[in-house]
């Protein structure tokens, strides 16, 4: 973001130091504001959904609190899992209550929260009517969507 600068240093005069208009300060502190509650309200969700997702998940099967040994990455992630691997499926679980659907869930939120403050960042530059930047932002934005859908 550029500091408005008064004509006079603008010109370069060095005795009139550069100031900020307060309207852009206001304006700064609604977008960090609005940012840094869109990442808290993010992440803390995310963290309550995962937690009420493991409290289920440990009731509906209690057997999973006396697991032993090394767990592989393999076998959480294979296909054979109860843990939903598509939108559907996790939207069948989360339909029967089931604890694996909700970390899903949880989850889906978790890696979703910083696409949301890129969206927050488009509407920022709107806001403060920053053309470039509003674009550049849209870029990133769209690029992050797609590699959801292509990944």
């Not at 307060?22 to 963290?47: F, N, T």
């Not at 999973?64 to 939108?87: A, D, M, N, Q, W």
């Not at 694996?100 to 890129?118: H, K, Q």
């Amino acid at each position: 973001m550029t500091t408005p600068l008064t004509p006079a240093s603008a010109a370069g005069n060095p005795d009139q130091p550069a100031v900020r208009h307060p309207v852009d300060e206001e304006k700064l502190r609604k977008v960090e504001g609005a940012i840094s509650a869109g990442l808290r309200i993010g992440v803390l969700l995310s963290v309550a959904i995962l937690l009420v997702g493991l409290v289920v998940t440990f009731v509906h099967h209690p057997d999973y609190r006396h697991i032993t040994g090394g767990i592989s990455y393999h076998e959480l992630t294979s296909k054979s899992t109860r843990f939903p691997h598509t939108v559907s499926q996790m939207g069948s679980a989360l339909s029967r209550g089931d604890g694996e659907g909700i970390i899903v869930l949880g989850l889906i939120v978790l890696v979703a929260t910083p696409v949301f403050r890129v969206a927050i960042g488009v509407l920022s530059f709107i806001y403060e009517k920053d053309p470039p930047m509003t674009f550049v932002t849209l870029f990133v934005l769209a690029v992050l969507l797609l590699s959801f859908f292509l990944a």
